[in-house]
T-cell receptor, first 116, second 114 residues
Framework: GENVEQHPSTLSVQEGDSAVIKCTYS??????FPWYKQELGKRPQLIID?????GEKKDQRIAVTLNKTAKHFSLHITETQPEDSAVYFC???????????????FGQGTILTVHP | EPEVTQTPSHQVTQMGQEVILRCVPI?????FYWYRQILGQKVEFLVS????????KSEIFDDQFSVERPDGSNFTLKIRSTKLEDSAMYFC????????????FGPGTRLTVL
């Protein structure tokens, strides 16, 4: 089955710096890659996602890149703010209609701390 | 904005007891999921449910687990005889159909088995 590896496990940055979190996946059939932000004791919240037909997607300070050949994807957060501090999870699934039921396989998570 | 809801927020039970965790998915969604997260670890897939039947389950989802959609709105996870290692946060998620992939997560139920 799918295996998703995520690193680093912890990341500490100064406010205003950029943060990059990287994930690799094993199943070449995976075609949907969401990123979730989870604050302490809260539900995972989708912050950005990418499908395998595109290589990059950006939403304000957040961007995700995908390299299908190498089977890795990355989250980039620019101009970090203290409220970006949380645990970030990458995930992979075989998305879309038909026989795919879309289960998410998550990475281990990255604890991001943004120091004011 | 519609949200997935879950009850209770926290459940404490004795080892060997049965528990039922409840979820109300977003009303027009057709795919339903349960995940669990042991404290400090990653979120793990348990089971997916579509068209009133289990569509996929993980190796964690053994005979002690069952799911049901009893009334068209609730989606439940039952653990028949809880073990200490079942202590975790359990998240329900739902997804629209038609190739739209985003899964919406509920707030979770923290299950503590003593």
């Amino acid at each position: 089955g799918e295996n998703v590896e995520q690193h680093p496990s912890t990341l500490s940055v100064q406010e205003g710096d950029s943060a990059v979190i990287k994930c690799t996946y094993s199943d070449s059939a995976s075609n949907y890659f969401p990123w979730y932000k989870q604050e302490l004791g809260k539900r995972p919240q989708l912050i950005i996602d990418i499908r395998s037909n595109v290589g990059e997607k950006k939403d304000q300070r957040i961007a995700v890149t995908l390299n299908k050949t190498a089977k890795h994807f990355s989250l980039h957060i620019t101009e970090t703010q203290p409220e970006d501090s949380a645990v970030y999870f990458c995930a992979a699934s075989i998305g879309g209609a038909g026989t795919s039921y879309g289960k998410l396989t998550f990475g281990q998570g990255t604890i991001l701390t943004v120091h004011p | 904005e519609p949200e997935v809801t879950q009850t209770p927020s926290h459940q404490v039970t004795q080892m060997g007891q049965e528990v039922i965790l409840r979820c109300v998915p977003i009303s027009n969604h057709l795919y339903f999921y349960w995940y669990r997260q042991i404290l400090g670890q990653k979120v793990e897939f348990l089971v997916s449910f579509y068209n009133n039947e289990i569509s996929e389950k993980s190796e964690i989802f053994d005979d002690q687990f069952s799911v049901e959609r009893p009334d068209g709105s609730n989606f439940t996870l039952k653990i028949r005889s809880t073990k200490l290692e079942d202590s975790a946060m359990y998240f329900c998620a739902s997804r629209l159909a038609g190739g739209l992939d985003e899964q919406f997560f509920g707030p979770g139920t923290r299950l503590t088995v003593l």
